[in-house]
């Protein structure tokens, strides 16, 4: 087995670990709005189900989409056009769900009559969402437009690469934030079950992140 393809064989089987922490995740979200919160609704009066639609969102476009997006675009056998189509439209995906998961969240506020934009939290996300776009839009005028020469995406992959895992980083830094600021406005217990709920899925999402992060890099020695 040469280097390369000991590097993809890694990369795949990482792939599988991080597949099990995004859905632990996804999983232990949903049982927290679903069963603690009292469900989500964009549509409803109550503001505390339109609010849940945020934390759901924010974490399935671009954290667990994102994610995918990365690992499909490495790891996955098929075509090199393929795979750049399916790592942009998921990308695409993930951005169309965020923008509805942040109104969501300003829409909860207008209900409240509460402020927007005060937290770090808040922050860290909007900040997150605005360099994830101009991520996307950089990524298809380098790599999908045409026009663009051989040279130039060779000159800019490493910059793409390295910017999409930290925006993956920026996206786990945001919830879990989000999820802690959560936890000290419902004066949550720390021994109560939905604490130690949010315990859990703060620490899937993170290693979430993290082995989609070393599986991408790992792939990215495939190339070469």
Known sequence: MDRRTEYYSAAS???????????????LILIWLLH??????????NPDLVFNVHPFL?????IFLGGEAMMAY?????????????HMLVHLLAIVLA????????KYHDMIYKEDVYSLHSWIGITTICMYCLQWVFGFFTFMFPRASVPT?????????????ALLYMAICAALTGLLEKFTFLQLS?????????????????????????????????LY
């Not at 089987?13 to 999983?27: D, E, N, P, S």
Request: aromatic share 16%.
């Open 58 to 62: 924010m974490f399935f476009s671009l």
């Open 99 to 106: 923008i509805v998961g942040i109104s969501a969240a300003f």
């Open 36 to 45: 603690y919160r009292g469900g989500l609704n964009y549509e409803s009066n």
């Open 153 to 165: 995406r060779n000159k800019f992959l490493p910059w793409h690469l390295c910017a999409g895992r």
């Open 74 to 86: 490495k790891t996955v056998r098929a075509s090199h056009g393929v795979k750049k189509s399916v």
């Open 190 to 222: 720390p021994h109560q079950r939905e604490s130690r709920l949010l315990n859990f899925t703060g620490l899937a999402i993170l290693f979430f992140g993290i082995f989609v992060d070393l599986s991408v890099a790992l792939g990215y020695y495939t």
């Open 13 to 27: 089987r990482l792939t599988y670990v991080a597949h099990f922490f995004g859905l632990a995740a996804l999983i």
